[in-house]
C-alpha cells in the first residue's frame, strides 16, 4: 500500500530567490533542528524533485519540489 505524503506549500520570502534546504526542512517544521536537519540530508534521506540531494545548503528555488519522510514540500514564489 502507498504511503500517503502530508502536503506543505512553502512560500519563499518576497525579495528572495532561494532557501538553503536545512532552513526549509526546519522552516516547515519536519526535522527538530538544524542538526537534525543536517543528519538526514547528508544521510540522503532527502528528495529534490526525484532525485537524492545531499548538499546541505543546496538552494532550493521556487517550482522544486522536496520528500521527506512522509511529507512533500512544494516550494512556491509568493503571490502578487
Known amino acids: 500500500m502507498a504511503r500517503k505524503l502530508n ?3 512553502f512560500t519563499i520570502r518576497d525579495g528572495e530567490d ?9 522552516a516547515c517544521e519536519v526535522v527538530y533542528s538544524g542538526a537534525e536537519a543536517q543528519e ?3 544521510a540522503g534521506m532527502v528528495l529534490r524533485n526525484g532525485e537524492v540531494e545531499t ?3 543546496a538552494k532550493i528555488k521556487a517550482g522544486e519540489t ?3 519522510e ?3 514540500i512544494f ?3 509568493p503571490s502578487d
Open 7 to 9: 502536503r506543505i506549500l
Open 55 to 57: 548538499r546541505k545548503r
Open 66 to 68: 522536496i520528500v521527506f
Open 40 to 42: 538526514v540530508v547528508a
Open 75 to 77: 516550494v512556491d514564489y
Open 18 to 26: 532561494f532557501i538553503p534546504l536545512i532552513s526549509l526542512l526546519k
Open 70 to 72: 512522509n511529507y512533500e
